[in-house]
């Protein structure tokens, strides 16, 4: 596609449910960045890719968040046990390499636990 | 962790006028990026300056940077009422494995 792709762009789940959150980034990026950004707050780096590995994921907050790339290219965010102060707004960026260049962002998916 | 620390966290100005906004960061850079993002949306690059840069111009925006106090400036000359929006400067840095960094953002809005 032209751009990053995210989906679902909203969702609400009760407090303890499962949450997967899906990144389709930008055609033959192979870096790809995955931030939380919570209201009037810059984002906050949570996991990157470089091809299928995670190359970085000091970000995440504990062990209920994980995040896959299986073939280099679509990233899953998964949060397990969901709890209120998961919501936010989970964005996810592409770059065409991990050391340079603009980050693209999608629109982001929009949690919200109840 | 959040190493860019934007100043002022609000703006409000009117048409016309110029805005700046500032970043503060702790730690040396690869180069620094500011990026833009109007309410409800994803963060969109506005410019790059890298760290043996100290100016850097595109279109109605001026960046610089002093490595030496770790500081950069966005200028955005003759506002208009669709630049509101929040600004974010992020840092990018082999040492910090490559893993951009932002800060809290400088929120704009510009009157008519």
């Known amino acids: 596609g032209a751009g990053v792709s995210q989906t679902p762009s909203n969702k609400v789940t009760e407090k303890g449910k499962y949450v997967e959150l899906r990144c389709d980034p930008i055609s033959g990026h192979t870096a790809l960045y995955w931030y939380r950004q919570s209201l009037g707050q810059g984002p906050e780096f949570l996991i990157y890719f470089q091809g299928t590995g995670a190359a970085d994921d000091s970000g995440l907050p504990n062990d209920r968040f994980f995040a896959v790339r299986p073939e280099g290219s679509v990233s899953t965010l998964k949060i397990q046990r969901t709890e209120r102060g998961d919501s936010a707004v989970y964005l996810c960026a592409s770059r065409l390499a991990t050391n340079t260049g603009e980050l693209f962002f999608g629109e982001g998916s929009r949690l919200t636990v109840l | 962790s959040q190493q860019g620390e934007e100043d002022p966290q609000a703006l409000s100005i009117q048409e016309g006028e110029n805005a700046t906004m500032n970043c503060s960061y702790k730690?040396?850079?690869?180069?620094l990026q500011w990026y833009r993002q109007n309410s409800g949306r994803g963060l969109v690059h506005l410019i790059l300056?890298?760290?043996?840069?100290r100016e850097k111009h595109s279109g109605r925006l001026r960046v610089t940077l002093d490595t030496s106090k770790k500081s950069s400036s966005l200028l955005i000359t003759a506002s208009r009422a669709a630049d509101t929006a929040s600004y974010f400067c992020?840092?990018?840095?082999?040492?910090?494995?490559?893993?951009?960094?932002f800060g809290k953002g400088t929120s704009l809005l510009v009157t008519p």
């Open positions: 992020a840092t990018d840095a082999w040492n910090s494995g490559y893993a951009l960094n």
């Open positions: 300056i890298r760290s043996n840069e």
């Open positions: 730690t040396s850079i690869n180069n």
